[in-house]
Structures are given as structure tokens and as C-alpha cells.
């Protein structure tokens, strides 16, 4: 069985839109958005252009993954953004666990800033360890291996403009599996865009 599209171009558009007046309401005196690389990096470019009629100001934070043994991560890179007394939000792709979100949220607290929240494209609540919310919240998914939109599996297929779920197995055994079909039908939707949008996967499927 091959990739299904399971967020098509328009429909990520539709949500990050909304999650964008979302945040813009609840901080009229502007926001910065951190983003956590390297898989946000895409929704938090796409989400701070979808942020309307205030001031936004993007930055970056990367740690490594969780080790299993030691539950111990090391800050990549790091805030250059003074967040004192600014309002902050953490900006990812997938919250699993929430055990990377609860370390971030923890070490940016500590910078003084007067709102921290979380803002997520897919949420698993279905994984989570550590009960950390998300404020602002793209499309809840289950137990799908996703990529593409910034999801990636040894890094392939992040640039894809569209989120779909393949099989975990294939791609573990083969990582450019999809390579052939994802990228013929990214090109056949196209990098084509009207006011920010982006013709819908099923048109070309």
C-alpha cells in the first residue's frame, strides 16, 4: 500500500490561518513564536505570516532527542530573543509524549516571559507522558507515521507541501520508499499560489 494524503495543501492553509487569528487575538501586543527545529520550521514560517495586524517576531530553539536511558537532552541551539516580560509561544510540529514540550516550556519560563504557551500542528494525546497543554492546536492524529510539511524520516520528505501517512516499516526499511510518488504528486499540485494558497492534493491525484 502506498502514501495517503491526510492534510492536503488547502486544508493545512485552513488551519494554520485559523491558529493564526487565534494567537494574534489572545496577543494584541504582539507575540514571538519559538520555533523548534528542525520540524517546525515550516509551520512556523507559513504560521507567522497567517498572523494577522501585530507584531511578530520569530525565533528558533533545537535540543537533541531524549536519550532512553538517561531521560537527559542538551540544548542545540538556543533563544537569542530576550523574552523578558514578552509574550512567547512554542511552536511545533507533533506533540507525542509532551516530554520535549514540557522541557522546552520549562527552560523558557525561566527566561520571564509574561504569557508562555504551546501552539502544535498535530497533536497525539493519545501518547502522552507528561501532561502538557496545547493552547492553540492545528489537527489531533492518532498512531499514523506521517510525513511530509516538516515531518520527515532521516530527513527526507520535509518539503513536501502536504501531510500524508505511509507505513512505518517500509520506510525504516527503505527511507526513499515514497520518494518517486510523493514528489510527482508535490509537483503535479505545484508550488503555484494565490494569495498564499496552494491548489488541493485531490485535484491531481
Known amino acids: 500500500m502506498g502514501p ?13 490561518v485559523r491558529l493564526g487569528a487565534e494567537v494574534a487575538a489572545d496577543h494584541p501586543d ?41 531521560g537527559r537532552v542538551k540544548i542545540l541551539y538556543d533563544v537569542q530573543t530576550d523574552l523578558t516580560d514578552r509574550d512567547v509561544v512554542v511552536v511545533e510540529d507533533v506533540v507525542d509524549t509532551g516530554l520535549t514540550l514540557a522541557y522546552l516550556m520549562t527552560q523558557l519560563q525561566a527566561r520571564g516571559p509574561r504569557q508562555l504557551s504551546a501552539c502544535a500542528l498535530l497533536d497525539r494525546p493519545s501518547r502522552r507522558i507528561v501532561p502538557q497543554p496545547v493552547r492553540y492546536r492545528g489537527v489531533e492524529v492518532g498512531e499514523e507515521f506521517l510525513l511530509g510539511y516538516g515531518l ?11 501531510v500524508c501517512e505511509g507505513e512505518r516499516d517500509a520506510v525504516i526499511a527503505q527511507p526513499t520508499v515514497y520518494v518517486d510518488e510523493l514528489y510527482r504528486i508535490m509537483a503535479a499540485v505545484g508550488s503555484e499560489r494565490a494569495g498564499g494558497r496552494v491548489a488541493k492534493a485531490e485535484e491531481v491525484q
Not at 532521516?154 to 507541501?161: E, F, K, Q, S, V
Open 4 to 16: 495517503t494524503v491526510i492534510l492536503d495543501p488547502e486544508t493545512l492553509h485552513q488551519h494554520v
Open 30 to 70: 504582539g507575540v514571538v513564536l519559538v520555533g523548534v527545529l528542525k520540524g517546525a520550521l515550516i509551520f512556523v514560517s507559513d504560521l507567522a505570516r497567517a498572523i494577522p495586524d501585530i507584531r511578530v517576531e520569530v525565533d528558533f530553539m533545537a535540543i537533541t532527542r531524549f536519550a532512553p536511558d538517561s
Open 152 to 162: 520527515h524520516y532521516r530527513d527526507a520528505y520535509r518539503n513536501l507541501p502536504f
